[in-house]
Structure formats: C-alpha cells, structure tokens
C-alpha cells in the first residue's frame, strides 16, 4: 500500500513539474513611424521556458506567423521571448527581409497580469537593427470578458431593433477577424525544414456543394472535387526550392462563397486557413524548402 501511494505522489509531481500553460494575447504593435499593426501572441510555458508563435497584420495583405521562443523568471518577473523563424506569410517581402519582434517586460507575472506592453527591438534574421516600436496587448480571457460585457450592453438597450440583435456576435466577429482567409490572386507563402508535408482539406460549415481543382507544381492532383465534412489528406513531396500549390474555385454552392478549409501540416507547426473564392477565382501558396 505504501509502494503505491509513494508512485502516486511521484506521478503527481511529475505532472505538476512538467505542466505546460498556454497564454494568449491579442492588440497591437505601436511601430515608431505611429503606425499599428494587429498582433497576436500565443505562449506555451514549462518549467520557465516559452515557446509558441505570433500572427501580425492579422486579415491584411502582410499577414505573417512566425515561431517565437524565450522564457519566465517567476520570482524577478521576467518574462523574454523573440520571434526565431517565419512559419507563413502573405507579405511579398523575403523572409531575410522580415523584421523579427524581440521583447523583454521587466515587472511582469505571467498568468495573473492581463496586459502586456512594452518597448520592442526589432532584428533582421542576421541580427542587424530593423524598425523598433511598442507592444500594446491583453490576454485573450481579458478581450472575452470586455466582448461578453458588450453583448449584454447590447441585448439590454433599446437603441437597436430585436431583428438587429439577433445578427450581433461579437465574440463570432472576432473569431471571424482572426481566421487566416485565403482570397483570390493572394500568395501564402509556407517555409519547411522537411521534403514531407501534408495537407487536410475539408468543408468546415455547412454543406453546400463547393468543388474545387488543385494543382501542384503545373499538376493537377484534383479535379472539380467536392469538399465534405471528411477530411481529404494529401502529401506533398517538397522537389524544388519553390514549389507552387493552387486552389481553384470550380463553382459556388448554395451559400456565399466557395470557402473550404485548409489545413497544412509543416514541420511541428499546424496552418489552418479558409478559401474566400467566387467561381473561377484562385489562390495560391508557396512552399519553401529551406
């Protein structure tokens, strides 16, 4: 009995030793220049070490996901991270041309303070001086709660009809603004370590008919395909340095758009994107071997 409870203590501890949080951010970087830009931040902590990524220009033509390291002193209230390594982005710019976020906050507690700022340095992949500025973020739960507040403001006053309340969502709004939309005549491009990549397309909503074509570097691998609640996979085999994937919209279903759902496995990152297309219309991503 003794042997057993001591494995449970050890177990127990364990878990508590090894536990890993996650935190997320959203706002918005202040450049120099007195321009913002939207960010958001996601932060995985174990034993005070940081890893995760951030998403900039989050719906714009820039938008970009990078990979981002660093760590959490709890008793100096520390807290350090940088961004190492561009997973996407829709920016025409090369990734040696992509500023780098590097933050340090020197009275922070991680978990219990709801907002983040600060002053940045930004850095070239080589380490020379790019356009520095601040962060101005709060955690997401914060956002929620401000969302959740608004939406009872709404449902009580008087000022908006009872047909207009039932088209207000906040919360589905912001969900909406930090989906990663794929449009027409826009380039994604996608960096990987790895030859093998995978890639997941499905009808995330309602079924509504929507087919698409897809090609891979000038080879078509589907053909008017219809997307249903099943994931179709597909692996690419990376070739060339560059290597070209197109979505074309064959059709619009019965609803809105041609929207499907892409997710792209690369390396230990996972991309998930919707198409926005009308019929004929395509979108494009660009994978990278590095």
Same mark, same amino acid.
């Given at each position: +009995?003794?042997?057993?409870?001591?494995?449970?203590?050890?177990?127990?501890?364990?878990?508590?030793?090894?536990?890993?949080?996650?935190?997320?951010?959203?706002?918005?970087?202040? *450049?120099?220049?007195?321009?913002?830009?939207?960010?958001? @931040?996601?932060?995985?902590? #174990?034993?005070?070490? @940081?890893?995760?990524?951030?998403?900039?220009?989050?719906?714009?033509?820039?938008?970009?996901?990078?990979?981002?390291?660093?760590?959490?002193?709890?008793? &100096?209230?520390?807290?350090?991270?940088?961004?190492?390594?561009?997973?996407?982005?829709?920016?025409?710019?090369?990734?040696d041309d992509l500023c780098y976020i590097n933050f340090t906050s020197s009275a922070y507690r991680l978990g219990k303070s709801s907002k983040l700022k600060g002053d940045f340095k930004g850095l070239f992949p080589d380490n020379t001086e790019c356009i520095n500025g601040k962060i101005l973020l709060s955690t997401k739960e914060r956002q929620l709660k401000?969302?959740?507040?608004?939406?009872?403001?709404?449902?009580?006053?008087?000022?908006? #009809?009872?047909?207009?309340?039932?088209?207000?969502?906040?919360?589905?709004?912001?969900?909406?603004?930090?989906?990663?939309?794929?449009?027409?005549?826009?380039?994604?491009?996608?960096?990987?370590?790895?030859?093998? /990549?995978?890639?997941?397309?499905?009808?995330?909503?309602?079924?509504?008919?929507?087919?698409? #074509?897809?090609?891979?570097?000038?080879?078509? /691998?589907?053909?008017?395909?219809? #997307?249903?609640?099943?994931?179709?996979?597909?692996?690419?085999?990376?070739?060339?340095?560059?290597?070209?994937?197109? @979505?074309?919209? &064959?059709?619009?279903?019965? +609803?809105?758009?041609?929207?499907?759902? /892409?997710?792209?496995?690369?390396?230990?990152?996972?991309?998930?994107?919707?198409?926005?297309?009308?019929?004929?219309?395509?979108?494009? /991503?660009?994978?990278? *071997?590095?």
């Open positions: +009995m003794k042997s057993i409870t001591l494995f449970l203590l050890i177990s127990f501890c364990s878990i508590l030793c090894f536990a890993q949080q996650e935190y997320e951010y959203v706002g918005f970087i202040k *450049l120099n220049d007195s321009s913002l830009i939207s960010l958001t @931040l996601k932060l995985e902590e #174990t034993n005070g070490k @940081l890893k995760g990524f951030t998403v900039t220009d989050i719906g714009g033509e820039h938008e970009t996901k990078t990979s981002v390291v660093g760590d959490y002193n709890e008793e &100096d209230k520390i807290l350090r991270f940088r961004e190492v390594e561009t997973i996407y982005t829709k920016s025409y710019f090369a990734e401000r969302i959740e507040k608004a939406n009872k403001f709404i449902k009580k006053t008087k000022r908006i #009809t009872e047909e207009q309340k039932k088209n207000i969502n906040l919360a589905k709004t912001m969900d909406s603004i930090q989906m990663n939309i794929l449009r027409s005549k826009q380039t994604m491009s996608v960096f990987s370590k790895s030859k093998n /990549i995978r890639i997941e397309i499905f009808d995330g909503g309602q079924l509504d008919g929507d087919k698409v #074509t897809l090609q891979y570097n000038g080879n078509t /691998i589907l053909r008017n395909f219809e #997307t249903k609640r099943e994931r179709k996979s597909i692996p690419l085999t990376l070739v060339n340095k560059k290597n070209t994937f197109i @979505l074309t919209a &064959d059709n619009v279903g019965s +609803m809105s758009t041609n929207t499907a759902v /892409i997710e792209i496995f690369v390396d230990d990152s996972k991309i998930k994107a919707l198409t926005n297309l009308n019929a004929g219309e395509q979108t494009q /991503i660009d994978f990278y *071997l590095k």
